[in-house]
């Protein structure tokens, strides 16, 4: 089994993080965050601060540092700390103060003092949510209404009314941080006009892109380097405030800045995910067939309108078939924290309300679940004409239910001394997405190979991919490639986002493998080259020719040449308009409800997935399992708690509650691995981000099915189940 090539400097701390990068003559910054939700700042007293030992410079709105808002495609709008008075969240960045240490700057930060007009704020989804808004279309298009009827059907509504079976219930989602172990960081350092920036993030070339904006600077004046990332899913895309506010004041002091949040500072100053209320309408027949489904959803935005949780969307163009179908996505501005991706947007949250419903549907059927998802299986996102490219779902349920022992499922609860035991089930799916990727190939005179792109492995293991995919397509052994990711002075390589890096990167490798060992022939036929005017053949790293061969290697030394380098770019082409593509997943779960202290404990999980080819069993094993834990945490751990002042509650470590290791069991990974070469030429669907997908549901679904109790919320918390 191959282990991530970065997993030993992991664990034995060699890896340098962003914030382990030390130069001389480092000052160090402290962020300022504001006390209230919503108001101006009318003035802020800095002069104890200016004098107190060993500081070097406040930055506040009164005296602030230059920064413009970047917008990049997809993306749209980075917001830029300092650049006006206006309070729109409570822990919002303020000030930053740069002293010669960090408890020097922490300590002189707490004697700004802070005057503000404050107004009301707004802080409830549920208090405001007759001020909803109508999002905005969803990054690809797709509109915040849509709808679909049968011929003949005049309405959604008429549809519903005329379905044998209907099933309506109202869902709702906490809110959610990142709390990635990695606090958002960076080191600034200038080097006559030009800036390196050390700082964790998902797409180094998109950082340095935001940055050179930010700063005024053309592009190529900016390096970004990812060196390592502890945790990112979705907090880590855009670039982060301490990284805009190192890079500036490092330019203005003329010193290397260091700037990194504390882990309460990560609750506010980065974004998170938003709170969501999901209404659901299912429609069937006896049978099971779904006739009618409608989706309404309401989530929070930040007052910037930052980005908007899309769980209708998913409802819409990857779940069930059906022959009428209405979906709606608004959103209810608040003063709270800014929201942005973060592991399966939309699905995560949108499948605990579908797929809890689809189980309260079955019972009222009286069917098994599986059976009823099985039927309403769909070949195409519904009253769309593109099939998916593969779908092997009803395989994973097949296998899934054999595995987890689910005809044992009871039909009522079974009890195992004083622990209350059942079974639940879900679907898990996520859109198959591929963006634009460059890798550049050197083929060296040693034998080896470097495989290079800018964008970053945040812990998923792209550079162990890269490695991989590299050595196949070069037909060479993997220990003599040299992989390189996280830097934005390397080819662009997009992000690592939207369970696209595999197969972005992927096929990229492929097309400049295929163009290097078509210029290792060609240069092996050359005129005075060792096979002139011969026909050339490669294969196993050598050139061919009559029987003779020679290493790549031999050949660059034979003409004279260190290397020979090319780089591969590939992007989403004409499969988009033959097919519709999507990862697959059965998720499993067991629940046991202790009878006297009503608390929930998932004893065992098992997830069988349809992503495409597996490139690395083990990493991919990993970033299942992950994405599972992170469900399992949504369901019975995670919620933050917002004061009606807009203050968090719960926003460290002590309160916000994640699992640990003596929450989660065995988690158990299944592959059917059909590889989707429809989708692209590497055949990897995607895997980040569906574990999360359906796990929720499952945990919920297990808890009803052990304790009759049906929760429609999450996370489920003691006091649901008394
Ligand atoms: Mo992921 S939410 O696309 O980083």
Not at 400 to 419: E, K, Q, Y
Request: charged content about 20%; hydrophobic content about 45%.
């Amino acid at each position: 089994m191959i282990t991530r090539l970065d997993a030993p400097l992991k664990v034995t701390g060699a890896a340098k993080y962003g914030a382990d990068h030390i130069f001389p003559g480092m000052a160090y910054g402290y962020i300022v965050l504001s006390t209230i939700a919503h108001g101006e700042i009318e003035s802020m007293d800095v002069s104890a601060a200016k004098d107190s030992p060993g500081v070097l410079a406040v930055y506040t709105p009164f005296d602030s540092l230059t920064l413009h808002t970047p917008s990049l495609p997809v993306f749209g709008e980075t917001w830029v700390p300092l650049q006006d008075k206006e309070v729109t969240y409570y822990g919002q960045p303020i000030g930053f103060v740069v002293a010669e240490t960090f408890e020097q700057a922490r300590d002189a930060a707490a004697l700004i003092e802070v005057t503000y007009r404050e107004r009301p704020a707004r802080t409830s989804l549920t208090e405001f949510l007759d001020t909803a808004e109508m999002a905005p279309p969803t990054f690809n298009g797709a509109p915040p209404e849509i709808e679909v009827l049968e011929d003949g059907v005049e309405s959604f509504d008429a549809a519903l009314a005329a379905s044998p079976v209907v099933f309506e219930a109202t869902y709702t989602t906490a809110t959610q941080n990142h709390a990635a172990m990695e606090p958002h960081s960076a080191v600034a350092v200038w080097d006559d006009g030009e800036l390196t920036v050390y700082s964790g993030n998902q797409a180094s070339d998109m950082q340095a892109a935001e940055l050179s904006i930010a700063l005024g600077l053309a592009r190529e004046a900016v390096r970004a380097v990812n060196p390592f990332v502890g945790g990112a899913f979705g907090g880590k895309g855009r670039t982060s405030t301490p990284a805009f506010l190192a890079a500036a004041t490092a330019r203005a002091l003329g010193r290397p800045v260091k700037a990194a949040l504390t882990r309460e500072q990560v609750f506010t100053a980065t974004a998170g995910r938003a709170s969501t209320i999901q209404k659901l309408a299912l429609g069937a027949e006896p049978d099971g067939t779904l006739v009618a489904l409608r989706h309404d959803s309401w989530c929070h935005t930040d007052i910037a309108r930052s980005f908007v949780e899309p769980t209708s969307h998913g409802t819409s163009r990857e779940w069930y078939a059906t022959k009428n179908l209405s979906i709606t996505q608004r959103m209810v501005p608040l003063n709270v924290p800014p929201t942005t991706f973060m592991r399966a947007p939309g699905e995560a949250p949108g499948s605990f309300a579908l797929e809890s419903a689809i189980d309260e549907l079955a019972e009222k059927l009286g069917m098994d679940p599986i059976e009823l998802r099985v039927r309403n299986n769909s070949t195409a996102p519904p009253g769309h004409d593109l099939q998916w490219s593969s779908k092997h779902l009803d395989e994973c349920f097949r296998i899934g239910a054999d595995r987890f022992g689910w005809a044992h499922r009871p039909a009522g609860s079974r009890t195992d001394g004083d622990w209350l035991v059942g079974m639940g089930v879900a679907t898990a799916v996520f859109p198959a997405l591929r963006f634009p990727a460059t890798v550049g190939i050197t083929l060296r005179a040693d034998e080896t190979a470097v495989v290079a792109t800018s964008g970053a492995d945040p812990g998923t293991g792209l550079l162990t991919v890269l490695s991989l995919v590299g050595a196949e397509s070069l037909d060479i052994p993997a220990d003599r490639i040299e992989p390189r990711l996280g830097d934005s002075a390397l080819p662009p390589g997009g992000m690592s986002g939207g369970s696209t890096a595999t197969a972005s990167a992927g096929t990229a490798i492929m097309l400049a493998a295929t163009k290097a060992i078509d210029e290792l022939v060609t240069l092996a036929a050359d005129p005075g080259a060792p096979f002139a005017g011969r026909q050339v053949t490669y294969a196993d790293g050598r050139v061919f020719a009559d029987g003779e061969s020679m290493t790549f290697g031999e050949l660059l030394r034979a003409v004279g040449r260190e290397t020979l380098e090319v780089t591969g770019t590939s992007a989403p082409g004409e499969e988009m308009t033959k097919h519709s593509f999507a990862s697959w997943g059965a998720q499993f779960c067991e629940v046991r409800v202790h009878k006297w202290t009503r608390e929930a404990r998932v004893s065992r999980m098992l997830g069988v997935f349809d992503a495409g080819r597996i490139i690395n069993d083990k990493a991919a094993r990993s970033q299942l399992m992950g994405g599972m834990i992170w469900g399992v945490s949504a369901a019975l751990h995670e919620g933050l708690e917002i004061e009606a002042n807009g203050r968090l509650a719960n926003g460290d470590f002590a309160s916000y509650l994640l699992p640990v290791n003596a929450d989660i069991p065995e988690v158990d990974v299944h592959f059917v691995e059909y590889p989707d070469t429809l989708h692209n030429a590497v055949g990897a669907k995607g895997l980040g981000e569906i574990g999360t997908v359906g796990m929720a549901a499952a945990v919920a679904n297990a808890v009803y099915n052990a304790t009759g109790i049906r929760v429609r919320h999450i996370p489920i918390t003691i006091e649901d189940l008394l």
